[in-house]
């Protein structure tokens, strides 16, 4: 079997998260070749791979979206018959195009991406558009917004897709769009796995943007909304983490019967030997993530320098890459600005060896799916304090039908620093707590969180979608 992989901004590019589920289930998968399709953003990541790439990874084609812009067409594309030009209408209008048809024309060569924006047809498409939506909107200002927002999706619709058995797009957005591609182009099923909403993602990125104006973040929310219901729409599987994301799907637009919950698996058996941490006259907590504004690493600092007033025991230990030198250099500055003590950035660590050195786990990001740093903490004893985002309350509650183990941790609010610095107080100066807290998590991933029953689900799936009469699992029970 040959399965092709389509993720944007990760795997094989930066480490942690998706990536590294990426990798280990390209490794458990063994049997199976992979062609993996990275989209990225900064032509500087070409070939700069933070992995060995697996013996069973036969290609990788890098599409790197900032190309668009620089390409260009020295001819404008030629007129559009009716029905070409009512499909393009619709895909600017980010309504409900005929992708079909979308797919031929650029896969044809009968549009080129900057060959269609320079036309006659786009123009007019955009002048309409702008005069019965936009009419207050100067409409050079529309005229490239729409452009800036087109010219990338246009790049990734002219691609060659490989062959493959079944292609598998590890987010909606632009990821959907080639996974869809390629089956619509070798007519071999697709199917979607979300560890986040990526368009809900989007959508509060872009609310929150200033680099968006204000007048334009609509037309930039329904963009994201018209590529997760292309990947929905004709996908033979749609994946998810935990019921309330399938929910989500649902209310999106996705078929209720194509969507299914897999939960996130680890390898917990390199992780349960590990003891309780040595008495060294500190109580001290790990932060294992990367160091982005979507992991809200300034909340995290802010809570702790309210903690160590409080606990002078206190340390913190922020393991992971710094992918974002400008986040992590303002991390810096507000820890000097504080004048807080006891915060080191550790980087990239053996995570198996230095859960060890800690007490307890701290998460403070504004948006998660299943989050493996929180699996991997409760794997090693580790207690956590967690937001509330993503599955991480009922990761930590055990909201799964017969889960009776209990809590194994302490979940609050994001952003709020306040609640972040009690909850960890509160672990800071009960050991006897941190202990039960530890071995319910270590309890709670051995019966439901194992890697290898995520991989055996993944692979009946596959067997589903390519119809060789694989056998159907039995769904999960619901969280």
Known sequence: MRVCVI??????YVTGGVSSWMHSYIQA???????????GADPEQRGRFRYELPGNVVEVREVCLTDAFASASAHADAPLGPDEHAAMRELVRCGRPDW?????????ARLTPTGFLMSQDFVGIVEELCENELADVAFADYFHTVRSMML??????????????????????????????????????????????????????ILRATWVEPVFKRS???????????????AAQVTCLFD???????????????????????HDELLSGIGPKEPNGHVDIGAVLRIAPIKDVLTMIHAFAELKRRVPT??????????????????????VQLGVRDVSFVGTVDVAQWLGRFDFTVLTSISEGQPLSVLESFAAGRPVVTTDVGCCKELVSGMKQGDDLGVAGLCVPPMQSHR????????????????????????????????????????????????????RLQPEPAL
């Open 7 to 12: 993720l944007e901004g990760c795997y094989p």
């Open 29 to 39: 998968m063994d049997e199976v070749e992979f062609v993996v399709v990275a989209i």
């Open 100 to 108: 079909e048809l979308v797919f031929s024309l650029f896969q044809s």
């Open 152 to 205: 990338p999706l246009l790049h990734v619709l002219a691609q060659e897709m490989p062959p493959a058995d079944v292609y598998h797009a590890i987010s909606t957005g632009y990821g959907g769009i080639m996974a869809r591609l390629g089956g619509w182009r070798h007519g071999r099923p697709y199917l979607i796995t979300e560890h986040g909403i990526y368009t809900r993602e989007r959508e509060e990125e």
């Open 220 to 234: 930039w929310v329904r963009f994201f909304y018209l590529l997760s219901e292309a990947a929905y729409d004709g």
């Open 244 to 266: 309330r994301a399938l929910e989500t799907q649902v209310e999106m637009g996705c078929a209720r019967e194509r969507c299914r919950v897999i939960t996130n698996g680890i």
């Open 314 to 335: 206190a340390r913190l230990f922020i393991a992971g890459p710094q992918d974002d030198p400008a986040y992590a250099h303002e991390c810096r500055a507000l820890i």
């Open 420 to 471: 972040i610095a009690r909850a960890m107080e509160t672990l800071c100066r009960d050991e006897d707590l941190r202990h039960r807290m530890g071995e319910v998590g270590r309890a709670r991933v051995a019966r439901y969180f194992r890697h290898q029953d995520m991989i055996e689900r993944y692979r009946g799936v596959y067997e589903e979608v390519m119809g060789r009469g694989g056998h």
